[in-house]
C-alpha cells in the first residue's frame, strides 16, 4: 500500500529565513506527487504537483519541491518564507483503487517575525 | 479547476443527533470524495461517491454511520448519524481533477458535539 511520511510535525522558522519540509513516499509504481496546504480555518489548496518531467516543480508562492526517485522523497523548499506561509502542509500521493490520496500527517509552518 | 461549496461552514450538534453537510460542484464531475480530519490529524478518506451506484467505503467507516447521497453529477450530501463527540472534526468533500490524480478540496465543515 501506499504510504506517506512526514517526518517533522511542526517547523518553526524566523521571517525570511528558508524553510524545507520533508517528505517521503512509499512506492513500486509511477509516482504523482502533490503538497497542499492548508491556512487557518481554510479547506485544502493544491500547492504544486509532479506528474512527470522536470523534476524541480515550482509554485506561483515561491515554493518549489524537488522529485528524488533514489531517496523517494519530494521535499518542499522556500528560500525566504514570510507571516502569511504560516499554515499547515501536507505531502500526498495517489493510493488504493478509488483513485483517492493517501495523505501524511502534515507538517506546521509557523513563521515568526 | 473546479469550484466547490460546502453547506454548513460550522456547525454545533447535540450528541445523538444527525447532521447532512452538502458539497456543490460548479462543473459535471464522476467520483466524489469525502474525507473526515480529526483535531490535529491528517485526512482520512470516509467514502467514494460516484453517480447512480452505491457509495464505497472504506475500512472502519459505515453505511449505517455516515449514509452518502449522489442524485447527480454535481451535488453529494454526508449524513453524520448519532453523533458523539468523537465526529467532532472538519469534514471534506473534494472531487477528481481527472487522470493525474489532482483534487479539489470543497472550504470544509467544522464539526463540533457537545
Known amino acids: 500500500a501506499q504510504s506517506v511520511t512526514q517526518l517533522d510535525s511542526q517547523v518553526p522558522v524566523f521571517e525570511e529565513a528558508p524553510v524545507e519540509l520533508r517528505c517521503n513516499y512509499s512506492?513500486?509504481?509511477?509516482?504523482?506527487l502533490f503538497w497542499y496546504v492548508q491556512y487557518p480555518n481554510q479547506g485544502l489548496q493544491l500547492l504544486l504537483k509532479?506528474?512527470?518531467?522536470?523534476?524541480l516543480v515550482e509554485s506561483i508562492n515561491g515554493f518549489e519541491a524537488e522529485f528524488n526517485k533514489s531517496q523517494t522523497s519530494f521535499h518542499l523548499r522556500k528560500p525566504s518564507v514570510h507571516i502569511s506561509d504560516t499554515a499547515e502542509y501536507f505531502c500526498?500521493?495517489?493510493?488504493?483503487?478509488?483513485?483517492?490520496?493517501?495523505f501524511g500527517k502534515g507538517t506546521k509552518l509557523s513563521v515568526k517575525p | 479547476s473546479a469550484v466547490i461549496s460546502q453547506k454548513p461552514s460550522r456547525d454545533i450538534c447535540q450528541r445523538g443527533t444527525s447532521l447532512t453537510i452538502q458539497c456543490q460542484v460548479d462543473?459535471?464531475?464522476?467520483?466524489m470524495f469525502w474525507y473526515r480530519q480529526q483535531p490535529g490529524q491528517s485526512l482520512t478518506l470516509i467514502a467514494t461517491?460516484?453517480?447512480?451506484?452505491?457509495?464505497?467505503?472504506e475500512s472502519g467507516f459505515v453505511i449505517d454511520k455516515f449514509p452518502i447521497s449522489r442524485p447527480n453529477l454535481t451535488f453529494s450530501t454526508l449524513t453524520v448519524s448519532n453523533m458523539s463527540p468523537e465526529d467532532s472534526s472538519i469534514y471534506l468533500c473534494?472531487?477528481?481533477?481527472?487522470?493525474?490524480?489532482?483534487?479539489?478540496f470543497g472550504p470544509g465543515t467544522r464539526l463540533t458535539v457537545t
Open positions: 512506492s513500486s509504481v509511477s509516482v504523482y
Open positions: 509532479y506528474l512527470s518531467g522536470s523534476t
Open positions: 461517491a460516484n453517480q447512480g451506484s452505491e457509495a464505497t467505503y
Open positions: 500526498a500521493v495517489p493510493g488504493g483503487s478509488q483513485g483517492n490520496l493517501i
Open positions: 462543473s459535471q464531475v464522476t467520483m
Open positions: 473534494s472531487v477528481s481533477a481527472g487522470f493525474s490524480y489532482e483534487q479539489y
